[in-house]
């Protein structure tokens, strides 16, 4: 249904221009630079070239279906624009402008207008007051920032649907640090037409989505929101941040219940009720998209911690075990035949207790035979392993030992601490879709997430 | 679970007083304490001292804060005088006596509108100090009994369950089955059901009670709307 949107043949920019100081010129560029192979069709009244492509005055000029229309003029003028594009039969268009209900009743006229002429046609609409679309696999990027100033992520697991534009486009800059990848971006802005609902249902049965992070600040149709957000999170994990979290509708004078019925544990309620996954911030939204994408099932509580580094071993344990700046998780007991293997594979002075610490002596190999043990014994559910570049016998063929040893069935996280290696190793990590993070904290909450997606999921197996 | 829907009918229909909504109640097959409804101080009554005595009247919600609960009556005489003090007060209610619930724990179940998602139920810790520390959580309504099993060890209740904690206990299995009821009348009850408190309900061990009940009713807006 929304092929047309997120793999088009043609797209036209209204309003594409040539003078940088210009969205329209900076649309341009990413479509251009970002590889899009299919036909672009810029549209100004004032140039017949832009970019060295043929410029259309109107969008009647062009004489062909066009799949994805780009508006980049301001409200006002966009009215007209949507008018033609719709008479054309225009499958998508992504409305750039603010302007709208954002700013008050005579923008939110203009909104209406817009459904107006779009109701009961074909043509649907993302947006407006939307930074715009961004999909990887079909090197579609519609973003209006200067791609001098703004890194997009590779190709990859994570649908990311954002009703902010701004939060979107700062968060995909920030990831691409890593390598972490996207399957689609998609800005709905002030949400008119297109919305978060039908995109989880579409993105459910996109082969290229692993999982589904949301940045929302409102929901309108709650029931549908809810029946779907459940569905869907089934096959494909959703992770929601959502803001707003103090705001409420709870009714002062009334029941103890109502008066307790804050919109956020309402919403809390909800999401725990869906099964889906709940970020507080940008960070945490993709962290646990990674992990619910990359990695299997966490069939149980404990966890065996892999480190060269004491001190982060035993702090990880900490928050393994506690339930105050902690998940509240089990340190799993090893084996005895897994601790004689572990002593054989280590150096004398290092710990075969559970966390396993094969000091700075470790090496790649020497990590193999460790993992090989702890997924060999069945006290042990999930891996948490420190993969630490910075000790001589350590090197970037950690990533691939790890990689090895994740095919087990059990979940191996990975935590990757400094940035000399440390953030080429995240990327190696990102290459082989094993979640890798760069602290001990956001290592352990994914591993969390996960328990808590898979326990959801094996609670509910027959229903 | 609810056998018939006359019940349900009945409720909505009827004046939402605590004896009317606790008569639905336990036509559910939840318990409430044995009760009896009089306008003027009884001769004797039926139910073993001691009792409490409770203004029953649609317009009095917030009973306690009027004045309008007595408890730990101990004779037929003193429950003839204190009916005959809170008719001053409340000259035109009726008064329900109900037989007293000892020991247990005590906990917060309700239903609750919200205006982008519907109903919700809650559970909670009982008395004063939930609103403190926040000790509650909510889900959709309709709920499955894995939902109801999650709330139990979202809040403090849980802690109660399994082993128990101190020598008192909340049986897991008969707390989701009431939660599943609530959950089943705030379903049936869409239409006109605003708010509902069962506050507090008593568990000890299998034995639950809901001791008190109140219920806020639900207008449809002129259009229709929620």
């Known amino acids: 249904m929304f092929e047309a949107l997120l793999k088009p043949k043609t797209i036209a920019v209204v309003g594409a221009s040539e003078n940088p100081m210009k969205i329209g010129y900076a649309i341009m560029k990413n479509l251009i630079e970002g590889g899009y192979d299919g036909e672009i069709f810029p549209i100004n009244s004032n140039s017949s070239m832009i970019l060295g492509l043929k410029a259309y005055s109107t969008i009647v000029e062009i004489g062909k279906k066009v799949d994805l229309c780009v508006i980049a003029v301001p409200a006002s003028s966009s009215i007209k624009a949507v008018r033609d594009l719709v008479d054309l039969g225009v499958s998508h268009i ?3 402008p603010g302007g709208f209900s954002e700013t008050g009743p005579a923008g939110k006229e203009l909104e209406k207008k817009v459904m107006e002429i779009v109701k009961g046609t074909e043509t649907r609409i993302i947006g407006p007051n939307t930074v715009g679309v961004y999909f ?5 990027n519609t973003a209006l920032t200067p791609p001098d100033r703004v890194s997009f992520p590779g190709a990859g697991d994570i649908a990311f649907i954002s009703q902010s534009g701004a939060l979107g486009l ?5 990831i691409s640090e890593f390598g972490i990848g996207i399957s689609a971006f998609i800005n709905l802005g002030n949400r008119i037409d297109l919305d978060e609902i039908e995109l989880m249902e579409h993105f459910n049965s996109d082969p290229n989505t692993g999982s589904i992070a949301i940045y929302i600040e409102s929901v309108d149709n709650g029931k549908l929101f809810y029946e779907t957000l459940k569905r869907v999170n089934r096959a494909k994990p959703v992770v929601v941040l959502k803001s707003g979290r103090t705001k409420s509708s709870a009714k002062a004078a009334s029941l103890h ?3 307790m019925a804050l919109d956020d544990r309402i919403f809390d309620g909800m999401l ?12 945490e939204l993709i962290d646990y998209s990674k992990v619910l994408s990359y990695s299997p099932q966490l069939k149980g509580k404990n966890i065996a911690i892999v480190t060269t580094a004491g001190g982060v071993g035993v702090i990880t344990a900490d928050y393994v075990s506690a339930t105050d700046h902690g998940i509240g998780m089990n340190l799993a007991v090893l084996k005895e035949e897994t601790k004689r293997r572990i002593r054989d594979s280590i150096i004398a002075f290092g710990s075969a207790e559970n966390p396993v610490d094969l000091t700075a002596d470790g090496s790649p190999d020497s990590y193999g035979l460790v993992l090989s043990a702890l997924l060999d014994d069945e006290n042990v559910d999930g891996i948490i392993a420190y993969a630490l570049p910075q000790t001589p016998k350590m090197n970037l063929g950690i990533a691939d030992i790890i990689a090895k040893y994740s095919e087990s069935g059990k979940p191996i996280v990975v935590g990757v601490i400094g940035s000399m290696l440390g953030t080429e190793l995240i990327k190696e990590f990102e290459n082989k879709k094993i979640p890798a993070y760069p602290s001990i904290e956001r290592t352990v909450l994914s591993i969390k997430a996960l328990y808590n997606y898979s326990k959801y999921m094996e609670e509910r197996n027959n229903d | 679970m609810i056998d018939s829907d006359e019940t349900i009918e009945r409720l909505r229909r009827e004046p939402q007083t605590e004896f009317t909504l606790k008569r639905a109640l336990q036509e559910m097959g939840i318990n409430v304490p044995r009760g009896v409804l009089l306008k003027e101080p009884p001769e004797s009554i039926n139910i073993p001292f001691p009792v409490a005595l409770k203004v029953s009247d649609e317009n009095v919600l917030h009973k306690t804060e009027l004045g309008g609960v007595k408890i730990g009556i101990e004779s037929a005489g003193v429950l003839r005088n204190e009916i005959n003090k809170m008719k001053e007060k409340f000259p035109d209610s009726s008064f329900l006596v109900e037989e007293m619930i000892q020991g247990g724990i005590e906990i917060i179940v309700g239903l609750s509108r919200n205006p982008v998602f519907g109903l919700s139920i809650m559970l909670g810790m009982g008395g004063t100090m939930t609103e403190i520390y926040n000790d509650v959580t909510f889900r959709l309504i309709p709920v499955i009994a894995q939902d109801c099993s999650d709330m139990i060890d979202e809040v403090s209740v849980g802690r109660f369950t399994g082993n128990g904690f101190r020598g008192k ?25 605003d708010q509902l408190d069962l506050n507090p309900v008593k568990i000890d061990g299998d034995k639950l009670f809901v001791l008190d009940a109140k219920i806020i009713k639900y207008i449809m807006d002129s259009g229709g709307n929620e």
């Open chain 1, 94 to 96: 992504v409305l750039i």
């Open chain 1, 136 to 140: 990887p696999y079909a090197k579609v």
């Open chain 1, 170 to 174: 700062l968060t995909m800059d920030s």
């Open chain 1, 257 to 259: 219940t109502g008066s």
């Open chain 1, 272 to 283: 725990r009720q869906a099964g889906a996954t709940r970020a507080f911030n940008e960070v």
């Open chain 2, 169 to 193: 206990f909340i049986d897991r299995k008969i707390l989701i089955e009431f939660l599943l009821k609530i959950s089943e009348l705030g379903s049936k009850g869409t239409d006109f059901i």
